[in-house]
């Protein structure tokens, strides 16, 4: 291969002058971390509101559950990218918009909560297949004790439930992580962001994406690992999470 | 709100966005997932070789392949597929390939690494009475695999499969990070050439829309029909 290798440039300074690239993979990985931790979090509690919904005994809550994981997982991430960051400011009140075209980070803002709602209709989906797995003597058991159903549901279904779905979960956060890069096309530095823009200043193709490839292969080792820490620390004897196979990425 | 929207340039467009845009989705996703059903399934055939050294270097594919993401293995393939060619033909210098055919790459082994994870799970779905039934009568490996086996694991994992399509056809959109044209290119160009980005981007999250959720409906009707009652 005429490719010539240069694995010193990790430490040369980048053209910023005040940082080296190794440096600049690293505030994009902060930046990967914090958009997918913050998303993470709006991911989770949609995702559990939305996936209860959906199995409440009213049809007209299920029907608006339904619309809402429908809504968010047939139109590609990108376009939802592209429809919070470029038309969204465009069809609120004018004062609205401005005010969010100027906001300093503004394409943080936009791929946290873009990532958090698409994430969360795929948790809803987790969520209910969760809840729907446990026996239905369950909730009839905590409704005859005289709970009410918000009570079933916090101390009888869903303590179950989550712990049935902590592995689908647990992909589901390593996805978000992934998805984050597609912040980039918003203009958010994150770890393949960072990447990119080093190669296009050192022209180390090979060596840039390299390092952002073994960072993205730490994080996801750490996350596996983590999560098994969590799954065997919450295990209720006799019930075993499995994952069906799904379709994912 | 909506005051100067002009629905016109998506009439205007149409022919465009339709013919050179979609028609290079549509036909990346269909040769994308052809291709990565059947690395896919030879991959999920290495993993469950029993043969370590085999095992491994698809495990490992595999695993690297779905701990990247897809952005990134996109950049990553653009600039190597160059060296790819150079090094199959020999040449002295990259080989400059075509946009089209360096996403097709992308696409087919990023692909062929999740398609594995399925196969592998429909492969395990049949008992393993079959395996042996099938060895009982003097079947050879192949013949137990193309006949016995892989039929009715694919049948198992059609509607899976077909998911994961759906999903293939909304990440299509994601070559938009090399400037290549798809619907959403195709979109995006006239977008920004117009100053018309709101009245575009509604309209290609309206076409993704329709078009993924009739295709989830459909997959869900037939996972009812093909489903085989045990």
């Keep these: 291969m005429s490719y010539n290798?240069?694995?010193g440039i990790f430490f040369q300074l980048s053209?910023?002058?005040?940082?080296?690239?190794?440096?600049?993979?690293?505030?994009?990985?902060?930046?990967?971390?914090?958009?997918?931790?913050?998303?993470?979090?709006?991911?989770?509690?949609?995702?559990?509101?939305?996936?209860?919904?959906?199995?409440?005994?009213?049809?007209?809550?299920?029907?608006?559950?339904?619309?809402?994981?429908?809504?968010?997982?047939?139109?590609?991430?990108?376009?939802?990218?592209?429809?919070?960051?470029?038309?969204?400011?465009?069809?609120?009140?004018?004062?609205?918009g401005d005010w969010l075209k100027q906001l300093s980070n503004a394409s943080f803002y936009n791929a946290v909560i873009c990532l958090g709602l698409y994430t969360s209709a795929r948790v809803a989906e987790q969520v209910k297949a969760g809840i729907l797995s446990l026996r239905s003597g369950q909730r009839m058991a905590g409704l005859a004790v005289g709970l009410t159903l918000p009570q079933t549901y916090r101390f009888v279904l869903l303590p179950m439930a989550f712990r049935i779905i902590l592995p689908p979960l647990s992909s589901e956060f390593l996805n978000i992580i992934k998805n984050s890069s597609v912040a980039l096309t918003i203009g958010l530095i994150e770890l393949t962001a960072a990447a990119r823009s080093?190669?296009?200043?050192?022209?180390?193709?090979f060596e840039a994406f390299t390092g952002a490839t073994i960072i993205y292969i730490v994080i996801n080792v750490v996350v596996v690992s983590g999560m098994q820490l969590l799954e065997r620390r919450v295990a209720v004897p006799g019930f075993i999470g499995r994952s069906p196979p799904a379709a994912g990425h | 709100m909506f005051s100067n929207i002009d629905w016109d340039v998506i009439v205007r467009s149409l022919p465009y966005l339709f013919f050179d845009g979609m028609r290079f989705t549509v036909i990346l996703t269909l040769l994308a997932t052809a291709g990565g059903i059947v690395i896919g399934t030879l991959l999920a055939l290495m993993r469950l070789s029993g043969i370590p050294a085999l095992a491994l270097l698809a495990g490992a594919y595999v695993n690297l392949i779905r701990s990247m993401p897809l952005v990134l293995v996109i950049f990553w393939f653009y600039f190597l597929v160059p060296y790819i060619g150079q090094w199959a033909t020999g040449a002295e210098r990259p080989i400059q390939v075509g946009a089209f055919w360096s996403v097709l790459v992308t696409f087919t082994l990023f692909e062929a690494a999740y398609f594995c994870e399925i196969m592998r799970a429909g492969i395990q779905s049949i008992s393993h009475g079959q395996a042996q039934a099938a060895q009982a009568l003097g079947m050879t490996y192949p013949t137990a695999m193309g006949y016995i086996i892989l039929p009715q694991a694919f049948r198992n994992m059609v509607p899976v499969l077909l998911t994961q399509t759906i999903i293939l056809f909304q990440d299509t959109s994601l070559v938009y990070v090399i400037s290549v044209t798809d619907f959403l290119g195709a979109a995006s160009k006239i977008a920004q050439r117009d100053g018309r980005l709101v009245e575009m981007y509604l309209f290609a999250a309206i076409v993704y829309f329709a078009i993924s959720l009739a295709a989830s409906h459909f997959v869900r009707r037939l996972q009812h029909r093909i489903a085989i009652i045990r």
Excluded at chain 1, 82 to 95: H, Q, R, T
């Design chain 1, 15 to 96: 053209p910023d002058g005040t940082y080296t690239y190794w440096q600049l993979l690293l505030f994009g990985t902060g930046w990967t971390l914090a958009t997918a931790l913050s998303a993470w979090t709006i991911a989770l509690i949609m995702g559990s509101f939305i996936g209860v919904l959906r199995t409440t005994p009213s049809p007209w809550l299920v029907r608006l559950g339904n619309a809402y994981v429908e809504l968010f997982r047939n139109i590609p991430l990108l376009v939802q990218m592209f429809l919070w960051y470029f038309v969204l400011p465009e069809v609120v009140p004018a004062a609205i």
């Design chain 1, 198 to 205: 080093m190669q296009e200043f050192s022209f180390q193709v």
């Design chain 1, 5 to 7: 290798w240069n694995w």
